[in-house]
């Protein structure tokens, strides 16, 4: 094989924006581009994730010269120790330590170091940006307790269609300007310390129904309203100067030539737009290489290549990550992939790694470290963030029999529906939730809904529904299922609008309302998170107001997608 031609960094390493280096750390760059044996390079374009694997096999990783890991789940104490333990190793052989990438957007399962924030939405429901810019910072501050330097949020996608359960209640809303505000708000707030932001998912997901973890999904608008809602979202996180943009596997054929090929195969939407046109200067991240979205577009021998050579500086997860080079060296050896662009895109990633302190400066002399920031304190501010957050955002959608605020004398008897064991996207049992025993300690005799249950005003005196479903991938669908409610397909079919005083509360998708619109009192509290929770029951015994106000129109959105 060919030795590859070496290039200047310049290409890949602009004088401005997000990955501008001092002058020191654009000769270590350029001399890595000219040292780095071939297969180290290919390498160093990859982020392998730290799951399902032993302590030897990441370790081989890094020998190879694997350019960045991530971490699944909710960062821990655990993966701390693992990640340092890499870090190590990397040190040791004379290396920059590793990118290190997680999906810290919060929300009930993905999180970090134990804390439970709000999500997108619900932050977006307070109406206030200096939530999304704490939520950056407490985002950071947990991802660097947990050994991680690169977080992929915000979430900048727009939730236009109420059917899309991948969206959700992990976007800042529907509206351009306030996605934009709050993004941009987050990125500042995350980078300000010292992180890695990554906005996605590039250009645009939130039209479409389908979640392109399960099959590719297309961004439909035309190109004056792409240009009008997503451009400004795109521009406000590339001009808060956001680090990484992580390119979705969703089409836009408006942009593309009308082909409805994913952003992550497509050099006109990642190079000539993305680039060209709205000046992102940092690193592009491709999605999972696992998800469907990517997938089903050809054989990976040819897709893998495809979606460096179209603008991908990075590569995200590997079945087979000793195949997945060998495909690309397949792939520069026939010409269907230049050494060039792999130099590029290589060159934006060791600049990352200087702009986020990962590289020692040759013959640095010893320096006393930094003070590292508390960690108790740390976590004591985000709780009590997360606290007035989850306040701030309670939504009152309606409540059309002024049933609020309940009152344990008039009210005392509840019947309390919710769905049973919840599940992350990959299977793992959420805790269960806490209203029973937060109204129970209020002074309500709350009896949990079976199948076999009288609904009778004899027995109680409210009926309180419960819902906790939050946005994530391969979810299939977030509408409300009443067979799994009630217990049974006879059941299902029950309505008691008529028969009790009621209310719905959503720890999550704000548009149940469609699947139930005879409730005549609703909530969105968008979150399951315990701050969100109790702060509910505080506002539902009218000791809180209901300040928030919804990111989305839930009426007007519902109504206009009922029969698509």
């Not at 919060?106 to 977006?124: I, K, Q, R």
């Not at 934009?180 to 708000?185: G, L, Y």
């Not at 099959?215 to 439909?220: A, D, L, T, V």
Request: aromatic share 8%; glycine share 8%; proline share 8%.
């Amino acid at each position: 094989m060919s030795r590859p031609r070496t290039a200047d960094p310049g290409p890949g390493l602009p004088s401005t924006g997000p990955l501008r280096l001092k002058p020191w750390q654009r000769a270590w760059v350029a001399q890595q581009l000219q040292t780095l044996p071939p297969r180290q390079r290919l390498w160093r374009l990859l982020v392998l994730a730290l799951a399902d694997g032993t302590p030897e096999r990441y370790q081989a990783w890094v020998e190879q010269g694997v350019g960045g890991v991530f971490v699944p789940g909710a960062p821990d104490a655990h993966s701390a120790r693992l990640v340092g333990q890499l870090q190590s190793q990397a040190r040791q052989l004379g290396r920059a330590d590793l990118l290190v990438a997680a999906d810290i957007e919060f929300g009930e399962h993905t999180g970090a170091d134990g804390l439970g924030f709000p999500n997108a939405m619900a932050v977006a429901a307070t109406g206030r940006v200096a939530w999304a810019r704490r939520m950056g910072q407490v985002a950071a501050r947990a991802a660097r307790r947990c050994g991680v330097n690169w977080v992929l949020s915000p979430v900048v996608d727009l939730d236009l269609n109420p059917h899309n359960p991948v969206v959700n209640t992990r976007s800042f809303g529907a509206d351009p300007a306030r996605v934009a505000a709050f993004s941009r708000a987050f990125v500042q707030g995350l980078q300000g310390e010292g992180l890695a932001a990554s906005a996605k998912h590039w250009p645009g997901d939130g039209v479409d129904w389908r979640d392109h973890h399960l099959e590719p999904s297309c961004n439909s608008l035309s190109r004056d309203a792409w240009l009008a809602r997503y451009a400004p979202v795109w521009r406000a996180a590339i001009g808060a100067g956001v680090r990484t943009v992580l390119c979705g596997h969703i089409g836009l054929p408006a942009l593309d030539g009308g082909l409805s090929r994913p952003a992550s195969l497509s050099p006109a939407l990642s190079t000539d737009w993305l680039r060209g046109e709205l000046g992102f200067e940092g690193l592009l991240l491709s999605d999972a290489t696992l998800m469907a979205g990517f997938s089903a577009c050809g054989p990976r021998w040819q897709t893998l290549p495809q979606a460096v050579a179209a603008g991908c500086d990075m590569l995200l997860f590997s079945g087979q990550p000793e195949l997945d080079v060998a495909y690309l060296e397949r792939a520069l050896a026939e010409g269907r992939l230049s050494w060039a662009r792999v130099n590029q895109a290589l060159a934006r990633v060791l600049a990352l790694q200087c702009v986020l302190g990962l590289v020692v400066r040759p013959r640095q002399t010893a320096a006393i470290p930094p003070a590292q920031p508390d960690a108790h304190t740390e976590r004591a501010q985000a709780q009590q963030w997360a606290r007035e957050c989850a306040a701030a955002a309670l939504t009152r959608v309606r409540d059309l029999d002024g049933l609020l605020p309940l009152v344990p004398q008039r009210h005392r008897r509840v019947l309390l529906v919710e769905e049973g064991e919840r599940h992350t996207p990959f299977g793992q049992p959420l805790p269960a939730l806490r209203m029973v025993e937060l109204l129970q300690a209020e002074g309500f005799a709350v009896t949990r809904y079976r199948p076999d249950t009288l609904v009778d005003p004899d027995l109680y005196d409210v009926l309180i529904y419960v819902l906790a479903r939050e946005a994530g991938m391969c979810r299939g669908s977030l509408r409300l299922d009443w067979k799994r409610l009630h217990g049974d397909t006879a059941r299902a079919m029950e309505r008691h609008w008529h028969t009790l005083p009621h209310l719905l509360i959503s720890f999550g998708n704000p548009y149940h309302l469609a699947d139930a619109s005879g409730c005549r009192c609703w909530i969105n509290a968008y979150s399951p998170v315990p701050a969100m929770q109790q702060a509910c029951v505080q506002a539902l015994l009218g000791r809180a107001p209901w300040p928030g106000r919804s990111p989305v129109e839930v009426g007007a959105a519902m109504a206009a997608w009922a029969w698509r």
